[in-house]
């Protein structure tokens, strides 16, 4: 799902949307909002793509942690079922040569499947690393609207199964496997995750930060938070107008994983949201339909924050939280494996 950049502006008339949600925010995320004001950026949604993806690119990091040194730190490319090599980038806390077999986690970044990249999430994946700790592989999945849905689906799946196939080579375990994202990609990352079942692959974890789950964005939390919140309405509607082109493809539950019709015998989830986000109901929604079918499901909501605050542990201890959060979670999920 979407995301605008951390310097990006509030829309003007974001503003009286952003009073009324202020108390709810912690000091830290107010601060945030009132320094995005401030800067005076366009919105990404009016720009173009490419120019939102510059603007997303070069804000990406400003309010991330340092970024954590690893041993190892390769790029890669992993074919594609049309025969595409998509750039991915292999983070791992130990050496090459160092035993044993590391887990491995697939990441797939955040930005409305229109931006982002491997690049604005490398200290997110660094973190999860060095934290966890464990292998982590980030995709550069294929972007719309040069590569409207279901490319992203296609392209995560081929990485995923690729990386079950090949994890050996990589000095990584094919046995302790999980995949994972944030915003669009905690979609993608829903949606591998039953796909596994479906294919028979066993996924210790499946990691989801604030994932796109519904067709249609009509949730209370939609309405509530709107405006003026990092995430915004229009913004979520420039982003899916690119990526899906009809009303058959809004309901196919690769889009709208709530819309799965069974979701027996996935992997266990973590779900990490943020309370102040137009998402949050919708992963809750998720969870639910999780849990009814069986299915494991840890959910953190993290109070006062809002959609894209993962990538802001410079200003909010819940961004660090959540990292420690994710990490512990992997960790006991791969060593149950």
Same mark, same amino acid.
């Given at each position: 799902? %979407?995301?605008?950049?951390?310097?990006?502006?509030?829309?003007?008339?974001?503003?009286?949307?952003?009073? #009324?949600?202020?108390?709810?925010?912690?000091?830290?995320?107010?601060?945030?909002?009132?320094?995005?004001?401030?800067?005076? $950026?366009?919105?990404?949604?009016?720009?173009?793509?490419? @120019?939102?993806?510059?603007?997303?690119?070069?804000?990406?990091?400003?309010?991330?942690?340092?970024? @954590?040194?690893? %041993?190892?730190?390769? &790029?890669? *490319? /992993?074919?594609?079922? &049309?025969?595409?090599?998509?750039?991915?980038?292999?983070?791992?806390?130990?050496?090459?040569?160092?035993?044993? @077999?590391?887990?491995?986690?697939?990441?797939?970044?955040?930005?409305?499947?229109?931006?982002?990249?491997? !690049?604005?999430?490398?200290?997110?994946?660094?973190?999860?690393?060095?934290?966890? %700790?464990?292998?982590?592989?980030?995709?550069?999945?294929?972007?719309?609207?040069?590569?409207?849905?279901?490319? !992203?689906? *296609?392209?995560?799946?081929?990485?995923?199964?690729? #990386?079950?196939?090949?994890?050996?080579?990589?000095?990584?375990?094919?046995?302790? #496997?999980?995949?994972?994202?944030?915003?669009?990609?905690? =979609?993608? @990352?829903?949606?591998?995750? /039953?796909?596994?079942?479906?294919?028979? #692959?066993?996924?210790?974890?499946?990691?989801?930060?604030?994932?796109?789950?519904? !067709?249609?964005?009509?949730?209370?939390? *939609?309405?509530?938070?709107?405006?003026?919140?990092?995430?915004?309405?229009?913004?979520?509607?420039?982003?899916?107008?690119?990526?899906? $082109?009809?009303?058959?493809?809004? =309901?196919?539950?690769?889009?709208?994983?709530?819309? !799965?019709?069974?979701?027996?015998?996935?992997?266990?989830?973590? /779900?990490?949201?943020?309370?102040?986000?137009?998402?949050?109901?919708?992963?809750? &929604?998720?969870?639910?339909?999780?849990?009814?079918?069986?299915?494991?499901?840890?959910?953190?909501?993290?109070?006062?924050?809002?959609?894209?605050? /993962?990538?802001?542990?410079?200003?909010? %201890?819940?961004?660090?939280?959540? *990292?420690?959060?994710?990490?512990?979670?992997?960790?006991?999920?791969?060593?149950?494996?």
């Amino acid at each position: 799902m %979407p995301a605008s950049a951390p310097d990006a502006m509030l829309h003007p008339d974001a503003h009286a949307a952003y009073h #009324l949600h202020r108390a709810q925010l912690t000091p830290q995320m107010r601060g945030v909002l009132e320094r995005m004001a401030r800067a005076g $950026r366009a919105p990404l949604h009016s720009l173009t793509p490419q @120019a939102a993806r510059a603007a997303y690119a070069a804000g990406a990091e400003v309010l991330e942690v340092p970024r @954590a040194p690893l %041993p190892r730190v390769e &790029d890669l *490319h /992993i074919p594609a079922r &049309d025969g595409c090599a998509l750039p991915a980038r292999l983070y791992a806390p130990s050496a090459r040569a160092e035993a044993p @077999a590391l887990p491995l986690l697939l990441y797939l970044h955040g930005g409305g499947f229109t931006i982002g990249s491997i !690049a604005t999430h490398d200290i997110l994946c660094r973190e999860l690393a060095r934290l966890t %700790p464990c292998m982590v592989v980030s995709l550069d999945y294929r972007l719309a609207p040069e590569h409207p849905f279901p490319t !992203a689906t *296609h392209d995560a799946w081929d990485a995923l199964a690729w #990386l079950a196939q090949h994890a050996h080579t990589l000095g990584a375990d094919p046995a302790r #496997l999980a995949v994972g994202g944030d915003s669009a990609g905690g =979609t993608l @990352a829903a949606v591998n995750a /039953i796909l596994a079942r479906d294919a028979g #692959l066993p996924l210790a974890l499946q990691l989801l930060i604030y994932p796109g789950c519904t !067709a249609h964005q009509d949730t209370p939390s *939609h309405r509530r938070y709107a405006q003026g919140l990092v995430l915004e309405a229009p913004a979520i509607e420039w982003f899916f107008g690119h990526y899906v $082109r009809s009303p058959e493809q809004r =309901t196919d539950w690769r889009f709208a994983p709530l819309l !799965a019709p069974d979701v027996e015998g996935v992997a266990p989830a973590w /779900i990490g949201l943020a309370e102040c986000d137009p998402l949050v109901d919708e992963g809750i &929604d998720y969870a639910d339909k999780l849990r009814a079918a069986g299915v494991p499901v840890e959910l953190e909501i993290y109070r006062g924050v809002t959609h894209e605050f /993962i990538k802001m542990g410079r200003v909010l %201890p819940e961004a660090r939280q959540a *990292h420690t959060d994710a990490a512990r979670a992997l960790r006991h999920a791969f060593e149950g494996n």
